[in-house]
């Protein structure tokens, strides 16, 4: 005989609260769980979102960035799939606090109306999480990489169809005219297209990774690990707040419209960065060719340029291929090593750094054909020379000492050439991966839209997106997934 239990309304009621919460996805259980969002928005935007406008609130604050943040995480490409989302999904729709579900346009309005508030979020974020970096790698926390990019406009100029029509037309009138060889279609096309989108003159020409696009551009900075420091957004307001940024005419060669650009863009963008974050000090800068420039050694390694007492130590920015390296006092090879007087391939060997009473370091650099030798009488150990060619008369060889700070672009803190130089500038691809990471897998790339307030915020959102992950994994315990909690939700 089968036993009967009676059920009572409170067994029903907990059998229906562990299903609910059985069923809930793994992975919105540990957003809600470690993620406090009201610790992560400020007073200020909320009291600015609440504002008396003459009707109440539909969608909560929380909700409409909520459902922002997991439209990157999960990778939904545009908002109206996002939507749809929300529509069939009861536990997310739940989980980001909508009662019904927004229009598109609502999520458009937020973006354009409270952008200043969201950047107030991404800077609040970024103090949060630089601890939490530190305790991953304190070395690579201590590192500043800077790049830019750009985010392509929905416009007619972004079509392939558009640059390949100018290039075929200049192939074609260099074919009829018996142009030589050296005529170059691409270069012709680059100076004959308009600098700026005809929809709007924000959305200005550049030429990334290998093509010709139209885009508005921003630079990011992050540190060794890959974690977005700061987002800047180069339109207008940009360029009013830093007159000292002189934008000339374009030149023939993109790449090196690219260079000039940037290296113009650096300075002002790391002051920004020091202002927002005066706690954050890092010592070591890395960057490309394109900031290989005697000013900005000079801005970066010394004087008060980013406030009292704030430079970097170390730059390590390889030289521009355009230009060599001189040294009055001795030659020097690609790397500014000193090299042998009597052979120009045969570089002098480092041997220590020394810091004098004032402060500054002086490198040694002795020559590589000498050996240690023992005084029996003494005990004692003495260089000697076993060239069969001396460039002195000096039994322990060549000895030339090097003074960084006569030289800055030649010894930027560090050495080039050397083992410690070639593995600390690999960490520099971490600021490509991370824009290809917040373009491609944080839906920044592919907006159909030419709003500059619409992709300025996307922007910020994909470096909010980034942080609340940084934050997640340290919860968690599990910092592999600084980069990215795409093996969480799998």
Known sequence: MIPYKQL?????????????????????????????????????????????????????????????????????????????????????????????????????????????????????????TEPICHAIDSAKADMTIFDSSGIEAFVTENNPKYANRIIKQLKAY?????????????????????????????????????????????????????????????NKDFMISHPEIVVEKKSDSPDEDKCVHDAKLLIPTLKDFFAKHPLINPKTFLGDAAFDSCRLYGELLTGNTFGENKHFSKAYIPLNSRSGLENPDCKVNENGIPCCPNDDSLPLKHDGTSTRKNGLKRYKFVCPKIKCVRDASTGKYHRHCICDNPCTTSECGRIIYVYPEKDLRAYPGTIRGTEEWDNTYKIRTAVERDINHIKENLCLAGRRTQNEKTLHADLILAGITQLITVVLADKIKHHEYIRSLKPLIA
């Open 8 to 128: 009572s309304l409170a067994d029903i009621f907990s059998d229906c609260q562990e299903k609910f919460e059985n069923d809930k996805p793994v992975f919105l259980s540990l957003l809600e769980n470690h993620i406090d969002i009201d610790e992560i928005i400020p007073i200020s935007f909320r009291n600015h979102f609440y504002a008396s406008t003459g009707r109440t609130r539909k969608y909560p604050l929380n909700a409409l960035l909520w459902a922002l943040i997991i439209q990157r995480i999960f990778s939904i490409p545009t908002d109206q799939l996002l939507l749809t989302f929300l529509a069939y999904s009861k536990p997310l729709r739940e989980f980001c606090g909508f009662t019904k579900v927004p229009d598109a346009s609502k999520i458009t309005r937020f973006k354009q109306d409270f952008i200043d508030d969201l950047q107030l979020v991404f800077d609040n974020l970024v103090d949060l």
């Open 174 to 234: 260099a074919k009829a005219n018996n142009f030589d060889k050296s005529y170059d279609p691409y270069k012709a096309a680059y100076g004959s297209m308009p600098t700026h989108a005809s929809a709007n003159p924000e959305i200005k020409q550049l030429y990334i990774n290998g093509h010709f696009c139209y885009v508005f551009k921003f630079g990011i900075i992050t540190n060794g690990l890959g974690i977005i420091r700061h987002i800047s957004f180069y």
